[in-house]
């Protein structure tokens, strides 16, 4: 059994002005290391072997205030970058919604379908999102290690680990610093927390 916590990143800016990310290298804001820093002092496990995060700058931040509690290094992935917003990046709904308002309905009511212009798919994002998944479970068994990404490919990685179609992947919240919690053993996986905020209950101001 290996036994992986995923976690959303903290609270950007971009967050607060309901900017689409993407893979845009967006910096933690003040609340957003507060966050980090309140879900390294108060981590749903006492022992971790290894913390893995997405390379950009807010996963790495929130996943380097849980490995110094745990004395771990952090190892970048490429790979758990957030979905490519491609053209859409650094935009809001309401001005991706006056340029593209189809596609964007079609990002809310069929992401397995979605196409977003010189972006990604949520069938592209869900399979290197497993693929990783798949690397660290093999390099780790019988251990326990927090990963740290974005909310669009946890909510991927949640509708795999739950045997839901891509369609819903909306329906499964991701608050910044979310903890999630998926079992992977030979027989399947068991999904024991989603969407964890009882760290925050301290924190100032929205964590949306």
Known sequence: MTKLIFIRHGQTEWNVLGRYQ????VALSPLGVEQAQKLAANFPVDKIEAVYASDLKRAMTTAKCVADRFRLPVTPCKSLRELNFGDWEGLTYDEIVAKWPEALSNFFQHPDILKIPHGESFPELRARALACVEKIVAKHPEETVAVVAHGAILRTILTAALHMDLKYVWTIRQ????????????????????NGTGHLKYAQGSVD
Do not use: H, M, P
């Open 175 to 194: 608050f910044n610093t979310a903890v999630n919690i998926v079992t992977y053993t030979e027989s399947g996986t068991t999904v024991e927390l989603i």
């Open 22 to 25: 993407g893979q845009t290298d």
